[in-house]
């Protein structure tokens, strides 16, 4: 593969490697006035001597406290696993994740829904049929026109479906619901 920087060839490649020298003469003689003692010498450009290396600057290191949110897999494997130490029946939907277009098309094929909540609790509960759970992480999880509309029909169905963002707030609903006579 030929690169080409700017020009015809070899001209323009040598000029390109001149600049990048001259560049980095600059720069060297400004660390040098900063940390270092100069020597000039007669007929040739400035050189650093005597410069330690732990002189020279360093760049800032800024660490930004990051306020970490587990992400909406990992919620649903904790709010499973309460689910599953409590005794509690449920399933989880095949949905979510990314698939390959193959996969894809044979979950399609198998009438995997876009949308469909990601727990199923199907405990007949007061005047429900059973509880639906759309997970969402903590922060920042947004509901689907798909996930709005399965909820809005499984509601309307006589059936309880809520967002829950968060594996607490999925086992707060859960234990209300189960508590319902």
């Not at 969402?136 to 399965?150: A, I, L, M, N, T």
């Amino acid at each position: 593969m030929k690169h080409s920087f700017g020009g015809n060839g070899f001209s323009s490649r040598k000029r390109f490697v001149e600049h990048g020298r001259k560049f980095r003469q600059s720069y060297l003689s400004q660390v040098g006035e900063l940390y270092g003692s100069l020597k000039k010498e007669e007929g040739s450009s400035m050189q650093i001597h005597e410069v330690d290396k732990h002189d020279l600057p360093k760049k800032p290191i800024i660490k930004k406290k990051k306020r970490i949110v587990p992400k909406e897999e990992r919620e649903q494997i904790v709010f499973a696993t309460w689910l599953t130490r409590s005794n509690i029946l449920f399933t989880a939907s095949a949905n979510g994740g990314y698939r390959n277009p193959f996969e894809a098309l044979k979950f399609k094929r198998m009438g995997v829904s876009p949308g469909f909540p990601d727990i199923c609790i199907p405990i007949p509960k007061g005047q429900y049929h059973g509880l639906f759970i759309e997970m969402k992480r903590r922060d920042g999880g947004v509901v689907s026109p798909y996930q709005k509309e399965w909820l809005e029909s499984l509601n309307n169905y006589g059936y309880k479906a809520v967002v829950c963002h968060g594996f607490e707030q999925a086992i707060k609903e859960t234990e209300q619901y189960l508590s319902l006579s």
